[in-house]
T-cell receptor, first 115, second 115 residues
Framework: GAGVSQTPSNKVTEKGKYVELRCDPI?????LYWYRQSLGQGPEFLIY????????DSGLPNDRFFAVRPEGSVSTLKIQRTERGDSAVYLC?????????????FGPGTRLTVL | AQKVTQAQTEISVVEKEDVTLDCVYE???????LFWYKQPPSGELVFLIR??????QNEISGRYSWNFQKSTSSFNFTITASQVVDSAVYFC????????????FGKGTRLHILP
């Protein structure tokens, strides 16, 4: 079956612009996660959805970052007034919400470059 | 505080040699999960293993083996008879039971297998 997909694969934008990054999880996965990976670093947690609601958004760096998952499937990460420091690979993962930290399946990521 | 430390930033070995990647973690939770992920040059994170804190048995899967020692808070990963295709960045990670499965990653170890 299809894995997690993310679009676009690459996004170049100018400082101050607004961007949207999309994640299509594996069909039937109820949990969805966003991570950010800067160059030379491990992925860093941003936000977690269980169904339509954000169960934990403690990793969002500031109020310029927002994510939605209106129908409990596709999710969009939105970044307002982008800054050069936002440049990174944004990873999405999904999993079945089972007891015991289920395996998270990761997408290929969106590489965001803010000029 | 939860933290994962991978002290080895980069390792190079000649093909067919064995190599061990070190991982040390910190957590105050008594129930937690440990992971290893592989990130090949293509960029997509590949799940390798999950271990819960109550299971200290070592695990072997083909050329891969994992040594979990709670006494030293370590979860080391060994590749036996390494191959060029093992070249990748390897991440050790931690998830705590009470934190909605968000994964805390180490900074990764870049492994080069030289032909």
């Amino acid at each position: 079956g299809a894995g997690v997909s993310q679009t676009p694969s690459n996004k170049v934008t100018e400082k101050g612009k607004y961007v949207e990054l999309r994640c299509d999880p594996i069909s039937g996965h109820t949990a969805l996660y966003w991570y950010r990976q800067s160059l030379g670093q491990g992925p860093e947690f941003l936000i977690y959805f269980q169904g339509t609601g954000a169960a934990d958004d403690s990793g969002l760096p500031n109020d310029r970052f927002f994510a939605v998952r209106p129908e409990g499937s596709v999710s969009t990460l939105k970044i307002q007034r982008t800054e050069r420091g936002d440049s990174a690979v944004y990873l999405c993962a999904s999993s079945l919400k089972l007891a015991g930290a289920p395996e998270q399946f990761f997408g290929p990521g969106t590489r965001l470059t803010v000029l | 505080a939860q933290k994962v430390t991978q002290a080895q930033t980069e390792i190079s070995v000649v093909e067919k040699e064995d190599v061990t990647l070190d991982c040390v973690y910190e957590t105050r939770d008594t129930t937690y999960y440990l992971f290893w992920y592989k990130q090949p040059p293509s960029g997509e994170l590949v799940f390798l293993i999950r271990r819960n804190s109550f299971d200290e048995q070592n695990e072997i899967s083909g050329r891969y083996s994992w040594n979990f020692q709670k006494s030293t808070s370590s979860f080391n990963f060994t590749i036996t008879a390494s191959q060029v295709v093992d070249s990748a960045v390897y991440f050790c990670a931690l998830s705590e039971r009470n934190r909605d499965d968000k994964i805390i990653f180490g900074k990764g170890t870049r492994l080069h297998i030289l032909p």
